[in-house]
Protein backbone atom coordinates (compact mmCIF):
# COMPACT_ATOMS: atom_id res chain seq x y z
CA UNK A 1 0.00 0.00 0.00
CA UNK A 2 0.74 3.08 -0.99
CA UNK A 3 0.96 7.22 0.42
CA UNK A 4 -1.13 9.17 -2.01
CA UNK A 5 -0.10 12.85 -1.94
CA UNK A 6 -2.57 15.33 -4.74
CA UNK A 7 -0.83 19.00 -5.13
CA UNK A 8 -2.69 21.75 -6.43
CA UNK A 9 -4.86 19.57 -8.61
CA UNK A 10 -7.00 21.58 -10.89
CA UNK A 11 -9.78 20.63 -13.79
CA UNK A 12 -11.42 22.84 -16.02
CA UNK A 13 -13.86 21.90 -18.60
CA UNK A 14 -13.74 24.86 -20.98
CA UNK A 15 -14.27 27.68 -18.72
CA UNK A 16 -16.18 25.41 -15.95
CA UNK A 17 -14.44 24.80 -12.69
CA UNK A 18 -14.43 20.99 -11.95
CA UNK A 19 -11.47 21.21 -9.41
CA UNK A 20 -9.63 23.87 -8.51
CA UNK A 21 -6.15 23.59 -6.43
CA UNK A 22 -7.10 20.52 -3.99
CA UNK A 23 -3.97 19.43 -2.05
CA UNK A 24 -5.00 16.04 -0.19
CA UNK A 25 -2.73 13.16 1.23
CA UNK A 26 -3.71 9.87 2.14
CA UNK A 27 -1.75 8.16 4.31
CA UNK A 28 -1.09 4.59 4.17
CA UNK A 29 -4.07 2.33 5.92
CA UNK A 30 -6.16 5.46 6.05
CA UNK A 31 -9.53 5.92 4.34
CA UNK A 32 -10.33 9.56 3.72
CA UNK A 33 -13.93 10.35 2.11
CA UNK A 34 -14.74 13.06 -0.41
CA UNK A 35 -17.96 14.41 0.63
CA UNK A 36 -20.44 17.16 -1.24
CA UNK A 37 -22.86 17.35 -3.58
CA UNK A 38 -23.54 15.94 -6.64
CA UNK A 39 -21.17 19.01 -8.80
CA UNK A 40 -18.63 19.64 -6.06
CA UNK A 41 -15.44 17.87 -7.85
CA UNK A 42 -15.66 14.64 -5.88
CA UNK A 43 -15.94 12.22 -9.11
CA UNK A 44 -13.59 14.13 -11.13
CA UNK A 45 -10.92 14.11 -8.43
CA UNK A 46 -11.73 10.57 -8.04
CA UNK A 47 -11.10 10.05 -11.88
CA UNK A 48 -8.20 11.85 -11.80
CA UNK A 49 -6.64 9.76 -9.29
CA UNK A 50 -7.37 6.58 -11.14
CA UNK A 51 -5.91 8.15 -14.31
CA UNK A 52 -9.35 8.45 -16.20
CA UNK A 53 -9.16 11.93 -16.69
CA UNK A 54 -6.06 14.38 -17.09
CA UNK A 55 -5.76 17.33 -15.31
CA UNK A 56 -5.36 20.33 -16.51
CA UNK A 57 -2.39 21.23 -13.74
CA UNK A 58 -1.39 19.78 -10.78
CA UNK A 59 0.17 16.90 -9.51
CA UNK A 60 -1.00 13.10 -8.17
CA UNK A 61 1.43 11.12 -6.84
CA UNK A 62 1.63 7.40 -5.20
CA UNK A 63 4.27 7.04 -2.52
CA UNK A 64 7.00 9.56 -4.16
CA UNK A 65 6.05 8.48 -7.80
CA UNK A 66 4.64 11.03 -10.04
CA UNK A 67 1.56 9.07 -11.97
CA UNK A 68 0.08 12.22 -13.37
CA UNK A 69 0.52 11.42 -16.88
CA UNK A 70 0.94 7.99 -16.25
CA UNK A 71 -2.14 6.08 -17.87
CA UNK A 72 -5.05 4.41 -15.95
CA UNK A 73 -4.19 0.51 -16.92
CA UNK A 74 -0.38 1.43 -15.71
CA UNK A 75 -1.50 2.69 -12.38
CA UNK A 76 -2.36 -0.36 -10.14
CA UNK A 77 -5.27 1.56 -7.84
CA UNK A 78 -8.13 -1.05 -7.66
CA UNK A 79 -11.83 0.96 -8.13
CA UNK A 80 -15.02 -0.42 -7.00
CA UNK A 81 -17.48 1.32 -9.00
CA UNK A 82 -20.56 2.93 -8.35
CA UNK A 83 -22.57 0.96 -11.20
CA UNK A 84 -19.79 -1.95 -10.25
CA UNK A 85 -18.85 -2.16 -13.76
CA UNK A 86 -18.81 -5.80 -13.97
CA UNK A 87 -18.24 -7.33 -17.30
CA UNK A 88 -21.71 -8.75 -18.36
CA UNK A 89 -20.32 -11.11 -20.37
CA UNK A 90 -17.81 -13.16 -17.72
CA UNK A 91 -18.59 -14.85 -14.78
CA UNK A 92 -17.99 -13.65 -11.12
CA UNK A 93 -14.42 -15.66 -11.17
CA UNK A 94 -13.37 -14.37 -14.71
CA UNK A 95 -13.95 -10.98 -13.62
CA UNK A 96 -11.97 -11.18 -10.31
CA UNK A 97 -9.38 -12.69 -12.82
CA UNK A 98 -9.26 -9.65 -15.11
CA UNK A 99 -7.00 -8.10 -13.47
CA UNK A 100 -4.44 -11.01 -13.25
CA UNK A 101 -4.74 -12.02 -16.53
CA UNK A 102 -3.70 -8.44 -17.22
CA UNK A 103 -0.66 -9.27 -15.44
CA UNK A 104 0.44 -12.17 -16.69
CA UNK A 105 -0.91 -14.48 -14.28
CA UNK A 106 -1.30 -18.22 -15.56
CA UNK A 107 -4.43 -20.21 -15.17
CA UNK A 108 -3.17 -21.93 -11.97
CA UNK A 109 -1.74 -19.19 -10.26
CA UNK A 110 -5.20 -16.91 -11.22
CA UNK A 111 -7.47 -19.96 -9.90
CA UNK A 112 -5.70 -19.98 -6.51
CA UNK A 113 -6.06 -16.01 -5.72
CA UNK A 114 -9.50 -15.76 -7.59
CA UNK A 115 -10.57 -18.26 -5.09
CA UNK A 116 -9.14 -16.60 -1.89
CA UNK A 117 -10.65 -13.21 -3.19
CA UNK A 118 -14.41 -15.20 -3.73
CA UNK A 119 -13.64 -16.16 -0.18
CA UNK A 120 -12.89 -13.27 1.16
CA UNK A 121 -15.99 -11.54 0.14
CA UNK A 122 -18.18 -15.06 1.09
CA UNK A 123 -18.84 -15.68 -2.92
CA UNK A 124 -17.10 -18.94 -3.24
CA UNK A 125 -20.48 -20.45 -3.74
CA UNK A 126 -21.66 -18.27 -7.24
CA UNK A 127 -18.11 -18.04 -8.87
CA UNK A 128 -19.80 -19.20 -11.88
CA UNK A 129 -22.28 -16.93 -12.10
CA UNK A 130 -22.71 -13.96 -14.41
CA UNK A 131 -23.47 -10.35 -12.99
CA UNK A 132 -26.65 -10.65 -13.89
CA UNK A 133 -27.85 -13.59 -11.88
CA UNK A 134 -26.00 -12.17 -8.68
CA UNK A 135 -28.02 -10.07 -6.25
CA UNK A 136 -27.11 -6.43 -6.04
CA UNK A 137 -25.30 -6.69 -2.88
CA UNK A 138 -23.84 -9.97 -4.59
CA UNK A 139 -22.68 -8.25 -7.31
CA UNK A 140 -20.88 -5.16 -5.23
CA UNK A 141 -18.88 -7.62 -3.49
CA UNK A 142 -17.39 -9.35 -7.08
CA UNK A 143 -16.48 -5.79 -7.53
CA UNK A 144 -15.08 -5.56 -4.14
CA UNK A 145 -13.06 -8.65 -4.73
CA UNK A 146 -12.41 -8.07 -8.28
CA UNK A 147 -10.56 -4.41 -7.07
CA UNK A 148 -8.65 -6.17 -4.00
CA UNK A 149 -7.04 -9.34 -5.94
CA UNK A 150 -4.77 -7.41 -7.54
CA UNK A 151 -3.27 -5.97 -4.43
CA UNK A 152 -3.64 -2.54 -5.51
CA UNK A 153 -1.67 0.44 -4.33
CA UNK A 154 -4.44 2.98 -3.72
CA UNK A 155 -8.39 1.88 -3.50
CA UNK A 156 -10.77 3.81 -4.95
CA UNK A 157 -14.63 3.76 -3.99
CA UNK A 158 -16.63 5.54 -5.76
CA UNK A 159 -19.92 5.70 -4.06
CA UNK A 160 -19.77 1.72 -3.65
CA UNK A 161 -23.17 1.89 -1.32
CA UNK A 162 -25.42 4.14 -3.20
CA UNK A 163 -27.28 1.28 -5.57
CA UNK A 164 -27.50 -0.71 -2.46
CA UNK A 165 -30.87 -0.76 -0.38
CA UNK A 166 -30.44 0.98 2.94
CA UNK A 167 -30.52 -2.54 5.44
CA UNK A 168 -28.07 -3.64 3.53
CA UNK A 169 -26.28 -0.13 2.97
CA UNK A 170 -25.65 -0.01 6.58
CA UNK A 171 -23.99 -3.90 6.60
CA UNK A 172 -22.07 -3.35 3.96
CA UNK A 173 -21.02 -0.45 5.14
CA UNK A 174 -18.90 -2.33 8.09
CA UNK A 175 -17.90 -4.84 6.27
CA UNK A 176 -16.19 -2.35 3.68
CA UNK A 177 -14.52 -0.63 6.70
CA UNK A 178 -13.40 -3.77 8.83
CA UNK A 179 -11.69 -4.96 5.11
CA UNK A 180 -10.08 -1.76 4.64
CA UNK A 181 -8.57 -1.50 8.01
CA UNK A 182 -7.62 -5.13 7.96
CA UNK A 183 -5.86 -5.56 4.52
CA UNK A 184 -4.49 -1.62 5.70
CA UNK A 185 -5.50 -0.07 2.40
CA UNK A 186 -4.77 3.83 1.77
CA UNK A 187 -8.54 4.59 0.32
CA UNK A 188 -10.20 7.07 -1.23
CA UNK A 189 -13.74 7.50 -0.92
CA UNK A 190 -16.32 9.85 -2.82
CA UNK A 191 -19.97 9.91 -1.28
CA UNK A 192 -22.76 12.66 -1.26
CA UNK A 193 -23.81 10.33 1.75
CA UNK A 194 -22.71 12.10 5.03
CA UNK A 195 -23.86 9.04 7.35
CA UNK A 196 -21.79 6.90 4.67
CA UNK A 197 -18.57 9.34 5.42
CA UNK A 198 -19.10 9.89 9.24
CA UNK A 199 -19.39 6.08 9.65
CA UNK A 200 -16.63 4.81 7.14
CA UNK A 201 -13.94 7.70 6.94
CA UNK A 202 -10.85 8.52 9.39
CA UNK A 203 -10.93 11.68 7.62
CA UNK A 204 -13.62 13.47 5.29
CA UNK A 205 -12.66 16.72 2.93
CA UNK A 206 -16.02 18.21 2.31
CA UNK A 207 -15.84 20.02 -1.05
CA UNK A 208 -18.15 22.92 -3.19
CA UNK A 209 -18.17 24.12 -6.04
CA UNK A 210 -14.89 22.37 -7.44
CA UNK A 211 -12.74 23.29 -3.76
CA UNK A 212 -12.13 22.14 -0.32
CA UNK A 213 -14.36 23.27 2.30
CA UNK A 214 -13.06 21.51 5.25
CA UNK A 215 -10.97 18.52 6.06
CA UNK A 216 -11.08 17.04 9.27
CA UNK A 217 -11.72 13.74 11.23
CA UNK A 218 -15.74 13.00 10.94
CA UNK A 219 -15.80 14.55 14.93
CA UNK A 220 -13.85 17.55 13.70
CA UNK A 221 -16.42 18.37 10.87
CA UNK A 222 -19.56 17.53 12.87
CA UNK A 223 -18.60 19.44 16.36
CA UNK A 224 -16.39 22.07 14.92
CA UNK A 225 -17.08 23.61 11.13
CA UNK A 226 -15.41 25.95 9.81
CA UNK A 227 -18.12 27.58 7.95
CA UNK A 228 -22.19 27.12 7.59
CA UNK A 229 -21.92 25.31 4.45
CA UNK A 230 -19.76 22.45 6.47
CA UNK A 231 -21.72 22.41 9.20
CA UNK A 232 -24.77 21.82 7.64
CA UNK A 233 -23.56 19.45 5.07
CA UNK A 234 -21.90 17.02 7.58
CA UNK A 235 -25.25 16.90 9.74
CA UNK A 236 -28.41 18.90 10.75
CA UNK A 237 -27.83 22.13 12.08
CA UNK A 238 -29.59 25.19 12.92
CA UNK A 239 -28.08 28.00 11.21
CA UNK A 240 -28.98 31.39 12.24
CA UNK A 241 -27.62 35.03 10.61
CA UNK A 242 -26.63 37.32 12.29
CA UNK A 243 -23.26 39.12 14.51
CA UNK A 244 -22.10 38.63 17.37
CA UNK A 245 -23.43 40.98 20.21
CA UNK A 246 -20.20 40.72 23.14
CA UNK A 247 -18.47 37.96 24.62
CA UNK A 248 -21.26 36.17 25.55
CA UNK A 249 -24.43 36.52 23.31
CA UNK A 250 -25.05 35.88 19.45
CA UNK A 251 -27.47 38.41 17.68
CA UNK A 252 -29.72 36.82 15.04
CA UNK A 253 -30.95 39.46 12.00
CA UNK A 254 -34.09 38.71 13.76
CA UNK A 255 -32.60 40.54 16.77
CA UNK A 256 -32.90 37.80 19.12
CA UNK A 257 -29.96 37.07 21.48
CA UNK A 258 -28.14 33.68 22.01
CA UNK A 259 -25.90 32.88 24.79
CA UNK A 260 -22.62 31.59 22.92
CA UNK A 261 -18.95 31.43 24.74
CA UNK A 262 -15.93 33.96 24.12
CA UNK A 263 -14.75 32.23 20.89
CA UNK A 264 -11.52 30.90 20.58
CA UNK A 265 -10.04 31.15 17.10
CA UNK A 266 -13.17 32.55 15.40
CA UNK A 267 -13.06 33.97 12.53
CA UNK A 268 -13.72 38.13 12.09
CA UNK A 269 -16.23 37.41 9.64
CA UNK A 270 -18.56 35.13 11.42
CA UNK A 271 -21.99 35.99 10.45
CA UNK A 272 -23.66 32.58 11.69
CA UNK A 273 -24.89 30.68 14.38
CA UNK A 274 -24.45 27.06 14.10
CA UNK A 275 -25.67 24.61 16.56
CA UNK A 276 -26.84 21.09 16.24
CA UNK A 277 -30.20 20.22 17.09
CA UNK A 278 -29.75 17.39 18.77
CA UNK A 279 -27.13 19.75 21.62
CA UNK A 280 -30.55 21.92 22.61
CA UNK A 281 -32.39 20.57 25.46
CA UNK A 282 -36.55 21.65 26.26
CA UNK A 283 -37.46 22.76 29.59
CA UNK A 284 -41.46 23.27 29.69
CA UNK A 285 -42.50 26.52 31.06
CA UNK A 286 -40.98 29.90 30.82
CA UNK A 287 -37.76 29.64 33.10
CA UNK A 288 -35.25 29.81 31.22
CA UNK A 289 -32.70 32.76 28.92
CA UNK A 290 -34.32 31.55 25.22
CA UNK A 291 -38.14 31.02 25.55
CA UNK A 292 -40.41 30.22 22.73
CA UNK A 293 -43.58 28.77 21.42
CA UNK A 294 -43.60 25.00 20.25
CA UNK A 295 -44.64 25.04 16.41
CA UNK A 296 -44.91 21.37 15.52
CA UNK A 297 -43.74 17.73 17.25
CA UNK A 298 -42.74 15.36 15.55
CA UNK A 299 -42.29 12.17 16.51
CA UNK A 300 -39.45 9.70 14.74
CA UNK A 301 -39.30 6.47 16.90
CA UNK A 302 -36.36 6.53 18.84
CA UNK A 303 -36.17 10.19 18.61
CA UNK A 304 -38.61 13.51 18.85
CA UNK A 305 -38.07 16.71 16.63
CA UNK A 306 -39.39 19.97 18.01
CA UNK A 307 -39.37 22.66 16.17
CA UNK A 308 -39.82 26.08 18.18
CA UNK A 309 -40.59 29.29 17.49
CA UNK A 310 -38.59 32.16 19.15
CA UNK A 311 -39.34 35.32 17.69
CA UNK A 312 -39.24 36.07 14.38
CA UNK A 313 -36.18 32.71 14.36
CA UNK A 314 -37.13 29.16 14.26
CA UNK A 315 -34.92 26.68 15.99
CA UNK A 316 -35.28 22.84 16.03
CA UNK A 317 -34.27 20.50 19.12
CA UNK A 318 -33.95 16.71 18.88
CA UNK A 319 -34.71 14.99 21.77
CA UNK A 320 -34.92 11.20 22.69
CA UNK A 321 -38.50 10.72 22.31
CA UNK A 322 -39.40 10.72 26.53
CA UNK A 323 -41.30 8.11 28.35
CA UNK A 324 -44.55 8.80 29.12
CA UNK A 325 -44.80 10.65 32.75
CA UNK A 326 -41.59 12.60 31.95
CA UNK A 327 -42.22 16.36 31.42
CA UNK A 328 -41.38 16.52 27.84
CA UNK A 329 -44.44 13.77 27.16
CA UNK A 330 -46.99 16.16 27.97
CA UNK A 331 -45.45 18.68 25.48
CA UNK A 332 -48.13 19.80 22.92
CA UNK A 333 -48.08 22.27 19.98
CA UNK A 334 -48.47 26.42 21.05
CA UNK A 335 -46.85 25.28 25.19
CA UNK A 336 -44.26 27.26 25.72
CA UNK A 337 -40.81 26.30 26.80
CA UNK A 338 -37.44 27.64 27.28
CA UNK A 339 -34.69 25.96 25.11
CA UNK A 340 -31.22 25.33 26.49
CA UNK A 341 -27.47 24.97 25.38
CA UNK A 342 -23.96 24.40 26.84
CA UNK A 343 -22.59 28.03 25.75
CA UNK A 344 -19.18 26.42 24.58
CA UNK A 345 -21.10 24.33 22.07
CA UNK A 346 -22.32 26.59 19.02
CA UNK A 347 -20.53 27.74 16.57
CA UNK A 348 -20.05 30.79 15.26
CA UNK A 349 -18.62 30.58 11.57
CA UNK A 350 -18.55 32.60 8.34
CA UNK A 351 -22.40 32.10 6.58
CA UNK A 352 -21.11 30.88 3.14
CA UNK A 353 -24.51 29.17 1.85
CA UNK A 354 -25.39 29.83 -1.48
CA UNK B 1 -55.87 -4.88 -32.68
CA UNK B 2 -54.90 -8.00 -34.20
CA UNK B 3 -56.52 -7.28 -37.43
CA UNK B 4 -54.34 -4.47 -37.88
CA UNK B 5 -51.81 -6.37 -38.82
CA UNK B 6 -53.70 -7.29 -41.44
CA UNK B 7 -53.09 -5.11 -44.74
CA UNK B 8 -49.59 -5.52 -43.97
CA UNK B 9 -49.77 -9.52 -44.10
CA UNK B 10 -51.81 -9.31 -47.09
CA UNK B 11 -49.53 -7.08 -48.93
CA UNK B 12 -46.65 -9.29 -48.00
CA UNK B 13 -48.21 -12.25 -49.46
CA UNK B 14 -49.46 -10.80 -52.43
CA UNK B 15 -46.35 -8.99 -53.53
CA UNK B 16 -43.36 -11.43 -51.91
CA UNK B 17 -44.81 -14.59 -51.40
CA UNK B 18 -47.03 -15.06 -54.27
CA UNK B 19 -44.53 -14.28 -57.08
CA UNK B 20 -41.68 -16.14 -55.05
CA UNK B 21 -44.28 -19.24 -55.48
CA UNK B 22 -44.72 -18.42 -59.01
CA UNK B 23 -40.95 -17.89 -59.48
CA UNK B 24 -40.24 -21.17 -58.54
CA UNK B 25 -42.68 -23.27 -60.48
CA UNK B 26 -41.40 -21.30 -63.27
CA UNK B 27 -37.72 -22.53 -62.15
CA UNK B 28 -39.00 -25.86 -62.63
CA UNK B 29 -39.92 -25.65 -66.27
CA UNK B 30 -37.52 -25.55 -69.15
CA UNK B 31 -36.18 -23.30 -71.91
CA UNK B 32 -36.01 -23.64 -75.39
CA UNK B 33 -34.55 -21.10 -77.48
CA UNK B 34 -37.42 -21.05 -80.36
CA UNK B 35 -40.76 -21.83 -78.14
CA UNK B 36 -38.73 -20.21 -74.99
CA UNK B 37 -40.20 -21.56 -71.62
CA UNK B 38 -41.77 -24.95 -72.30
CA UNK B 39 -43.85 -26.42 -69.27
CA UNK B 40 -41.80 -29.02 -66.94
CA UNK B 41 -41.08 -30.48 -64.12
CA UNK B 42 -37.69 -30.81 -63.38
CA UNK B 43 -34.72 -29.82 -61.37
CA UNK B 44 -32.46 -29.64 -64.64
CA UNK B 45 -31.90 -25.82 -64.27
CA UNK B 46 -30.38 -25.94 -60.37
CA UNK B 47 -28.33 -28.53 -61.60
CA UNK B 48 -27.17 -26.83 -64.28
CA UNK B 49 -26.68 -23.60 -62.04
CA UNK B 50 -24.64 -25.70 -59.49
CA UNK B 51 -22.38 -27.60 -62.25
CA UNK B 52 -21.47 -25.56 -64.67
CA UNK B 53 -18.99 -23.79 -64.14
CA UNK B 54 -19.67 -20.79 -65.69
CA UNK B 55 -22.80 -20.29 -63.09
CA UNK B 56 -20.17 -22.12 -60.46
CA UNK B 57 -18.19 -19.12 -60.81
CA UNK B 58 -20.82 -16.60 -60.80
CA UNK B 59 -22.00 -17.96 -57.59
CA UNK B 60 -18.01 -18.02 -55.99
CA UNK B 61 -17.39 -14.63 -57.21
CA UNK B 62 -20.44 -13.85 -55.76
CA UNK B 63 -19.75 -15.28 -52.43
CA UNK B 64 -16.21 -14.24 -52.25
CA UNK B 65 -17.17 -10.72 -52.81
CA UNK B 66 -19.84 -10.46 -50.43
CA UNK B 67 -17.67 -12.02 -48.01
CA UNK B 68 -14.71 -9.78 -48.49
CA UNK B 69 -17.11 -6.61 -48.23
CA UNK B 70 -18.63 -7.70 -45.39
CA UNK B 71 -15.32 -8.20 -43.22
CA UNK B 72 -13.87 -5.16 -44.59
CA UNK B 73 -17.01 -2.83 -44.02
CA UNK B 74 -16.70 -4.31 -40.35
CA UNK B 75 -13.11 -3.28 -40.03
CA UNK B 76 -14.02 0.16 -41.25
CA UNK B 77 -16.97 1.03 -39.63
CA UNK B 78 -15.81 -0.23 -36.27
CA UNK B 79 -13.67 2.93 -35.26
CA UNK B 80 -16.22 5.40 -36.72
CA UNK B 81 -19.04 3.74 -35.23
CA UNK B 82 -17.34 3.51 -31.70
CA UNK B 83 -16.23 6.97 -32.10
CA UNK B 84 -20.37 7.45 -33.10
CA UNK B 85 -21.18 5.75 -30.16
CA UNK B 86 -19.47 7.33 -27.72
CA UNK B 87 -20.26 11.20 -29.00
CA UNK B 88 -21.81 12.94 -26.25
CA UNK B 89 -21.69 16.38 -28.28
CA UNK B 90 -24.71 18.07 -29.20
CA UNK B 91 -23.82 17.69 -32.67
CA UNK B 92 -24.79 14.05 -32.92
CA UNK B 93 -27.62 14.21 -34.53
CA UNK B 94 -26.15 15.88 -37.11
CA UNK B 95 -23.20 13.31 -37.72
CA UNK B 96 -25.90 10.24 -37.59
CA UNK B 97 -27.66 12.60 -40.69
CA UNK B 98 -24.14 13.18 -41.94
CA UNK B 99 -23.38 9.36 -41.72
CA UNK B 100 -26.64 8.78 -43.69
CA UNK B 101 -26.45 11.22 -46.70
CA UNK B 102 -24.27 9.16 -48.71
CA UNK B 103 -27.86 6.80 -49.18
CA UNK B 104 -29.51 9.99 -50.10
CA UNK B 105 -27.93 9.60 -53.11
CA UNK B 106 -29.19 6.80 -55.65
CA UNK B 107 -26.54 3.88 -56.35
CA UNK B 108 -26.54 4.20 -60.36
CA UNK B 109 -25.91 8.40 -59.75
CA UNK B 110 -23.06 7.66 -57.23
CA UNK B 111 -21.32 4.93 -59.68
CA UNK B 112 -22.05 7.19 -62.53
CA UNK B 113 -19.88 9.61 -60.90
CA UNK B 114 -17.26 7.22 -60.21
CA UNK B 115 -16.88 5.92 -63.25
CA UNK B 116 -15.92 9.48 -64.09
CA UNK B 117 -13.57 9.53 -61.27
CA UNK B 118 -12.08 6.07 -62.23
CA UNK B 119 -12.06 6.41 -65.58
CA UNK B 120 -8.62 6.07 -67.94
CA UNK B 121 -8.77 9.72 -68.09
CA UNK B 122 -10.52 10.30 -64.89
CA UNK B 123 -9.68 12.70 -61.90
CA UNK B 124 -8.09 9.82 -60.04
CA UNK B 125 -5.74 9.30 -62.90
CA UNK B 126 -5.33 12.54 -64.10
CA UNK B 127 -4.07 14.05 -60.93
CA UNK B 128 -1.88 11.06 -60.45
CA UNK B 129 -0.02 11.17 -64.11
CA UNK B 130 0.04 15.23 -63.19
CA UNK B 131 2.13 14.55 -59.80
CA UNK B 132 4.06 11.35 -61.50
CA UNK B 133 3.08 9.26 -59.09
CA UNK B 134 2.49 6.97 -61.97
CA UNK B 135 3.31 6.85 -65.77
CA UNK B 136 0.78 4.86 -67.20
CA UNK B 137 -3.14 5.27 -66.09
CA UNK B 138 -4.08 3.04 -63.44
CA UNK B 139 -6.49 0.36 -64.24
CA UNK B 140 -8.99 0.68 -62.13
CA UNK B 141 -12.54 1.02 -64.02
CA UNK B 142 -13.89 -2.81 -64.86
CA UNK B 143 -12.01 -4.06 -62.16
CA UNK B 144 -13.26 -6.08 -59.23
CA UNK B 145 -11.46 -3.47 -57.12
CA UNK B 146 -13.39 -0.97 -58.00
CA UNK B 147 -17.28 -3.18 -57.87
CA UNK B 148 -15.42 -3.69 -54.25
CA UNK B 149 -15.22 -0.18 -53.53
CA UNK B 150 -17.64 0.68 -54.42
CA UNK B 151 -19.78 -1.68 -52.68
CA UNK B 152 -17.94 -0.96 -49.39
CA UNK B 153 -19.17 3.20 -50.06
CA UNK B 154 -22.64 1.60 -50.34
CA UNK B 155 -22.82 -0.52 -47.45
CA UNK B 156 -20.76 1.35 -44.87
CA UNK B 157 -23.26 3.49 -43.33
CA UNK B 158 -25.47 0.37 -42.75
CA UNK B 159 -22.99 -0.82 -40.48
CA UNK B 160 -21.55 2.09 -38.97
CA UNK B 161 -25.01 2.44 -37.25
CA UNK B 162 -25.85 -0.56 -36.63
CA UNK B 163 -22.60 -1.06 -34.99
CA UNK B 164 -22.84 2.77 -32.86
CA UNK B 165 -26.56 1.78 -31.28
CA UNK B 166 -24.91 -1.29 -30.09
CA UNK B 167 -22.01 0.68 -28.83
CA UNK B 168 -23.47 3.11 -27.06
CA UNK B 169 -25.43 0.83 -25.30
CA UNK B 170 -22.03 -0.29 -23.35
CA UNK B 171 -21.12 1.55 -20.48
CA UNK B 172 -18.47 3.65 -20.43
CA UNK B 173 -17.44 2.42 -17.02
CA UNK B 174 -17.00 -1.32 -18.07
CA UNK B 175 -13.74 0.60 -20.38
CA UNK B 176 -13.04 2.50 -17.25
CA UNK B 177 -12.68 -1.12 -14.97
CA UNK B 178 -11.07 -2.85 -17.19
CA UNK B 179 -7.96 -0.25 -17.78
CA UNK B 180 -8.41 0.12 -13.64
CA UNK B 181 -7.65 -3.51 -13.83
CA UNK B 182 -4.57 -2.99 -16.26
CA UNK B 183 -5.74 -3.48 -19.57
CA UNK B 184 -4.48 -1.08 -22.26
CA UNK B 185 -6.19 0.24 -24.92
CA UNK B 186 -6.30 -2.84 -27.44
CA UNK B 187 -7.25 -5.44 -24.53
CA UNK B 188 -10.02 -3.22 -23.91
CA UNK B 189 -11.22 -3.18 -27.37
CA UNK B 190 -10.85 -7.35 -27.25
CA UNK B 191 -11.45 -8.36 -23.94
CA UNK B 192 -14.61 -6.05 -23.35
CA UNK B 193 -15.74 -3.98 -26.36
CA UNK B 194 -15.78 -6.44 -29.14
CA UNK B 195 -17.27 -9.53 -27.01
CA UNK B 196 -20.15 -6.81 -26.22
CA UNK B 197 -20.41 -5.26 -29.55
CA UNK B 198 -21.23 -9.03 -30.67
CA UNK B 199 -25.31 -8.55 -31.58
CA UNK B 200 -24.06 -5.58 -33.11
CA UNK B 201 -21.58 -6.93 -35.67
CA UNK B 202 -24.06 -9.86 -36.21
CA UNK B 203 -26.75 -7.79 -37.02
CA UNK B 204 -24.60 -5.24 -38.99
CA UNK B 205 -22.85 -8.24 -40.83
CA UNK B 206 -25.85 -9.90 -41.86
CA UNK B 207 -27.26 -6.49 -43.21
CA UNK B 208 -24.41 -5.73 -45.15
CA UNK B 209 -23.43 -9.37 -46.46
CA UNK B 210 -27.36 -9.86 -47.39
CA UNK B 211 -26.73 -6.00 -49.17
CA UNK B 212 -23.84 -6.91 -50.91
CA UNK B 213 -24.90 -10.60 -52.37
CA UNK B 214 -28.20 -8.84 -53.82
CA UNK B 215 -25.46 -5.75 -55.81
CA UNK B 216 -26.77 -4.96 -58.84
CA UNK B 217 -26.29 -1.51 -60.09
CA UNK B 218 -22.66 -0.79 -58.69
CA UNK B 219 -21.52 -4.60 -60.32
CA UNK B 220 -22.44 -3.29 -63.61
CA UNK B 221 -21.78 0.23 -63.66
CA UNK B 222 -18.50 -0.16 -62.28
CA UNK B 223 -17.43 -4.00 -63.19
CA UNK B 224 -18.57 -3.61 -66.87
CA UNK B 225 -19.71 -6.04 -68.91
CA UNK B 226 -17.46 -9.08 -68.97
CA UNK B 227 -17.88 -8.65 -64.50
CA UNK B 228 -20.69 -11.02 -63.28
CA UNK B 229 -22.39 -11.53 -59.92
CA UNK B 230 -25.84 -13.00 -59.05
CA UNK B 231 -28.11 -10.26 -59.29
CA UNK B 232 -27.64 -8.94 -63.06
CA UNK B 233 -26.81 -12.89 -64.00
CA UNK B 234 -30.27 -12.86 -62.90
CA UNK B 235 -31.06 -9.95 -64.80
CA UNK B 236 -29.29 -11.01 -67.63
CA UNK B 237 -31.25 -14.29 -68.11
CA UNK B 238 -34.87 -13.01 -67.51
CA UNK B 239 -34.12 -10.03 -70.00
CA UNK B 240 -31.20 -11.04 -72.57
CA UNK B 241 -31.52 -14.26 -72.90
CA UNK B 242 -35.83 -14.56 -72.35
CA UNK B 243 -34.74 -17.58 -70.37
CA UNK B 244 -37.29 -17.07 -67.42
CA UNK B 245 -36.37 -20.91 -66.11
CA UNK B 246 -32.80 -20.15 -65.54
CA UNK B 247 -33.11 -16.72 -64.44
CA UNK B 248 -35.62 -17.92 -61.27
CA UNK B 249 -33.26 -21.08 -60.80
CA UNK B 250 -30.42 -18.61 -60.20
CA UNK B 251 -32.59 -16.43 -58.43
CA UNK B 252 -33.36 -19.22 -55.61
CA UNK B 253 -29.61 -20.01 -56.02
CA UNK B 254 -28.76 -16.22 -54.66
CA UNK B 255 -31.89 -16.51 -52.17
CA UNK B 256 -30.57 -20.15 -50.50
CA UNK B 257 -26.91 -19.01 -50.55
CA UNK B 258 -26.97 -15.85 -48.94
CA UNK B 259 -30.08 -17.82 -46.47
CA UNK B 260 -27.27 -20.60 -45.55
CA UNK B 261 -24.78 -18.11 -45.08
CA UNK B 262 -26.69 -15.67 -43.30
CA UNK B 263 -28.03 -18.50 -40.77
CA UNK B 264 -24.68 -20.27 -40.33
CA UNK B 265 -23.16 -17.05 -39.19
CA UNK B 266 -25.82 -16.21 -36.82
CA UNK B 267 -25.60 -19.37 -35.36
CA UNK B 268 -22.13 -19.76 -34.72
CA UNK B 269 -22.11 -16.22 -33.49
CA UNK B 270 -24.74 -17.05 -30.68
CA UNK B 271 -22.85 -19.94 -29.95
CA UNK B 272 -19.33 -17.84 -29.79
CA UNK B 273 -20.87 -14.95 -27.67
CA UNK B 274 -23.85 -16.44 -25.65
CA UNK B 275 -24.74 -13.43 -23.55
CA UNK B 276 -27.37 -11.49 -23.84
Redesign the interface.
Known amino acids: MAQLTIEKLTKRFGTSIGVEGLDLAVNEGELVALLGPSGCGKTTTLRMV ?3 LPPTSGRVLFDREDVTHL ?9 V ?1 Q ?1 Y ?5 MSAADNVG ?2 LE ?2 GLNASERKIKVADALKLVRLSHLADR ?1 P ?1 QLSGGQQQRVALA ?2 LV ?1 NPRIFLLDEPLSNLDAKLRAEVRLEIRALQQRLGLTTLMVTHDREEALTMADRLVVMEGGRVRQIGTPQQLYDSPDDAFVADFVGRCNILSGRRANERQFRTSGGLLLPVDVGSGERDDADAFALRPERIAIVPGESGEVRGRVQAITYMGAQTEYVVAIGDETLVAVRPTPDAGEPLAALKANDSVSLQWDRKVPRLVPQTLS | MALLVVPACLLVLALLIGPMILMFRISLNQFSPTQLMVQALSPDNYIKAATDPYYQQIILATLGIALLCTLLTLILAFPAAYWLGRMESRWKSLVVIATLFPLLVGNVVRSAGWMALFARDGLVNTVLMKLGVVSAPLEIMYTTKAVIIGIIAVVLPYMILTLSAVIESIPRDLEYAAANLGASGARVFWRVILPLSGPGVAAGSILVFVLCMNTYATAVLLGGPRFKMMAPAVYDQFVRGNNWPMGAALAFMLLAVTMAFTVFGSVAFARRYRTG
Open positions: AGFPAYKRATGMFSALFPHFGMRLRRAI
